[in-house]
């Protein structure tokens, strides 16, 4: 069973940083692509950046430049370092484990972490 445990959201305001972290359980970590989705009340969950166990990374266009992920293999940990935060970043943050294929979808979610953006 894996477990995806994320942690580091909380109240910035626009301008400011957070960085979100994502603890994994299991040993399949270092083989599989992970990233992190977003939902915003009354919107869809969208992709924010994934990266691949060859640490190539994808973004979406909203956070590019602003945004970085990046993972730990030993520690079983992948990040999301957030900078410029805008009021329309605030949402749940979810950590997710992709599966096997090149563009497969993902086979795991974490809870969620908060992260709300105002001033």
């Known amino acids: 069973q894996v ?10 305001q626009p301008g400011g940083s957070l960085r979100l972290s994502c603890v994994a359980s299991g040993s399949m970590f270092r083989i599989r692509t992970m990233g992190w989705y977003r939902q915003a009340p009354g919107k869809q ?4 950046a994934r ?21 730990d293999n030993a520690k079983n940990t992948v990040y999301l370092q957030m900078n410029s935060l805008k ?7 979810y950590c997710t484990r992709f599966g096997g294929g090149i563009w497969a979808p993902p086979d795991y979610w974490g809870q969620g972490t908060q992260v709300t953006v105002s001033s």
Do not use: C, H, W
């Open 45 to 48: 969950r969208e992709l924010v």
């Open 87 to 93: 009021p329309e970043d605030t949402a749940v943050y």
């Open 51 to 71: 990266i691949s166990p060859g640490e190539i990374t994808n973004y979406a266009d909203s956070v590019k430049g602003r945004f970085t992920i990046s993972r």
């Open 3 to 12: 477990q995806l445990v994320e942690s580091g959201g909380g109240l910035v």
